[in-house]
Structure formats: structure tokens, C-alpha cells
């Protein structure tokens, strides 16, 4: 069973920038890929960003450009740099990794963007 730990969330002014990390409790080297998903309240969870373990990477539309990820197979950690966040970006953001049939998901972090 693995277990994923997400931190650095917190309240952010518009415009602000935030990290947030999550840590794997196994290795995440061969994992086939790791993401970051987002559920605002009353809306189903989406995906925000995800990393394969070649490091091929996808977005959102609606955060390309302003949101990074990327990945420490040595820490076993993945990040989601969030720059210029919006209003709009507040959500409760979630980890998950997934290999083969295996589906794991952390517990959340909120984020909230002020105006």
C-alpha cells in the first residue's frame, strides 16, 4: 500500500505563487505516472497537471503556462509550482499516482486564492 502525503498548501493573494509537494511513501521512479487533480467545491475533480516517468508532462488548459510539475524520483517527491494563481484556482488539490492497475490517492491540501 502506498501512501502519498501532499503539503504546501495555504491562503495566497491573486497573482501569488505557491508549491506544492507530495511525498510517496514507495518508489516513484518506474511509477507510469503521477498528477495532480483539483476539486473545487460543488465541481468534480480535475486534472491540473501529470508527469510520466519518461517526465512527459501535460496541463490543463486552464493552467498551461502558469503551472509547473515536475518530479525527484530520489525523494520521491512530486511538485506543482503555481505561479500567477487566480480567484478560480481554489480548490482542494489532490496527488495521485498510478501503476498498472495500482490507483492511489493522497489526502488533499487546500489552496485558496483571494481577490
Known amino acids: 500500500q502506498v501512501q502519498l502525503v501532499e503539503s504546501g498548501g495555504g491562503l495566497v493573494q491573486a497573482g501569488g505563487s505557491l508549491k506544492l509537494s507530495c511525498v510517496s511513501s514507495g518508489s516513484i521512479f518506474s511509477i507510469d505516472s503521477m498528477g495532480w487533480y483539483r476539486q473545487a467545491p460543488g465541481k468534480q475533480r480535475e486534472l491540473v497537471a501529470r508527469i510520466t516517468s519518461s517526465g512527459i508532462t501535460n496541463y490543463a488548459d486552464s493552467v498551461k503556462g502558469r503551472f509547473t510539475v515536475s518530479k525527484d524520483n530520489v525523494k520521491n517527491t512530486v511538485y506543482l509550482q503555481m505561479n500567477s494563481l487566480k480567484p478560480e484556482d481554489t480548490a482542494v488539490y489532490y496527488c495521485?499516482?498510478?501503476?498498472?492497475?495500482?490507483?492511489?490517492w493522497g489526502q488533499g491540501t487546500q489552496v485558496t486564492v483571494s481577490s
Open positions: 495521485r499516482s498510478r501503476l498498472g492497475p495500482f490507483d492511489y
